[in-house]
């Protein structure tokens, strides 16, 4: 049963007949998939459209599209499934051997429950020209080493397990990704743990833009204290937060003030390499901080 308005143009026209064949198991018997043979944007406005407009309880009507191969966007956010039918879905997805041959952007909603990640592993390291990937559940990291035209990649997820994108062996695959471009976990609320390792994050990649809500001051203050013949850097970094992450619970009360006290070095270091910022959240510990 579809839940959308009239259709604007043939080409709507189209998409929602075809969409209704699928819902009534039109091409189940035949011996071949014919969307395997169909171009990857109609797949994809095939696919969105059964997500947005269809109310369904079951994946079936997107059996076909998972198989397919054309495939570009594996993106659900309309359809509410249960654990049991996300299984059924990755099942589905993954039986075939070149199914995400084509897929460039993974966006799962909330809803999508993956108890022992081995599915969602398997799918990103099936997904060679990967170049967008959004989740809300925790993948080891270095399943992405061969996704090398990866440009963003955003991990939410609950529980400590950031120190797992900070290991080196992580740092290193992570270093194959040339053209990642945006790079957020949720939550890193350790940065001065880990400054080391975001610091060689900046410096292995050269396009990165965007390291979402994570404090890349004290990345910022290792590279500038350390730099060799007072050459300081530059790096691209459009999107900055400064002076977060949960500092009172990192420090006793006299650490805190010491680091308040200095926070201000913390945000020259920042400034001298960050120039092209145009987003800034910062905590303002003391005016100094803004001079």
Known sequence: ???????????????????????????????TNPFSQVKCNIVNDLFQFLDLNVETETPRPFKLLLKSGQLQNFELDGTDFTKRQWRS??????????????????????????????????????????????????FDPSVLQNCGRLKEVRNYFTGNKEYRYFRNESVDTLANLQNLEKFAIFQ?????????????????????????????????????????????????????????????????????IAYTQQYSEFVKSSVALFPLVEKLSIVVYHKNCLE
């Open 188 to 256: 890193c609320r350790k940065a001065s743990s880990y400054n080391k390792h975001i610091a060689k994050m900046l410096q292995n990649h050269p396009k990165l833009v965007s390291l979402g809500n994570t404090d890349s001051s004290w990345a910022a203050h290792h590279i500038y204290t350390t730099c060799r013949m007072n050459i300081v850097p530059r790096f691209g970094l459009k999107e900055c937060f400064w002076g977060f992450n949960s500092y009172a619970n990192e420090f006793n009360p006299r650490k805190q």
């Open 1 to 31: 049963m579809t839940k959308r308005k009239s259709p604007n143009s043939l080409y709507d026209l189209c998409i929602e007949e075809t969409a209704s064949h699928l819902l009534e198991k039109y091409w189940n018997r035949e011996n």
């Open 89 to 138: 879905v990755m099942k589905i997805l993954l039986e075939e051997g070149d199914s995400c041959r084509n897929i460039t952007r993974i966006l799962l909603p909330e809803s999508f429950q993956n108890d022992d990640n081995d599915s969602l592993e398997r799918l990103i390291e099936k997904c060679p020209l990967l170049e967008i990937l959004q989740v809300l559940t925790f």
